[in-house]
């Protein structure tokens, strides 16, 4: 009987953890940003990145989770990053923006979502044409930082975000004032 019980309490909390619920477990996304970061130093990291997902979501929870969605659309940008051929980092950067828009239109209002974009268009060349989307995530960013709404994130993941908008050079020196004043963690 014991047995039993474990058995189905195992397959509640894994069912309720990927298949039903948009929400990914902490450990995993925790594992998801480190695995896109280090995607972005190291071309290796890609394929890792990818084998994660491929190996613990179902398509289905891809399309529910926003920020799982973002993470995703956001690798095709690394591939950009790493490829050789100027076209093919064209293609997939327009594929990753397009993915990428797709889901913020889903959850506008998510600095995480917001943040991997803008963190994305912040090393593109301005030619390029996105700078309006760069622009929209800055304000959008600094609104959400400034009225708390941080997504749930943890304290190093919203000072990773602090630091690196005040790092940009994007900002203005009152902005970077308040964003200190505001997150006085971030200063070191």
Not at 49 to 59: A, L, V
Not at 140 to 168: A, C, H, Q
Request: hydrophobic share 45%; proline share 3%.
């Amino acid at each position: 009987m014991r047995y039993l019980n474990t058995l189905i309490l195992f397959v509640f909390l894994f069912t309720n953890s990927h298949a039903g619920s948009s929400e990914v477990p902490a450990p995993m996304l925790d594992e998801i940003r480190h695995l896109y970061y280090s995607s972005v130093e190291e071309e290796d990291y890609v394929e890792v990145f990818e084998t994660f997902i491929n190996n613990n979501f179902s398509n289905d929870l891809l399309a529910e989770s926003p920020v799982l969605a973002a993470y995703n659309a956001a690798i095709i940008s690394v591939k950009a990053k790493h490829a050789f051929w100027p076209l093919t980092k064209m293609n997939y950067l327009d594929t990753s923006m397009v993915a990428l828009e797709t889901v913020i239109q889903k959850a506008p209002e998510n600095l995480e979502i917001r943040f991997l974009r803008f963190s994305i268009l912040h090393y593109v060349p301005s030619f390029l044409g996105y700078s309006k989307e760069l622009e929209s995530d800055l304000e959008m960013i600094l609104r959400l930082l400034n009225n708390g709404k941080t997504s749930g994130l943890d304290e190093k993941t919203v000072r990773g975000v602090v630091d690196f908008m005040i790092e940009s050079d994007r900002l203005e020196e009152i902005e970077i004032a308040n964003l200190k004043r505001e997150f006085q963690f971030v200063q070191k």
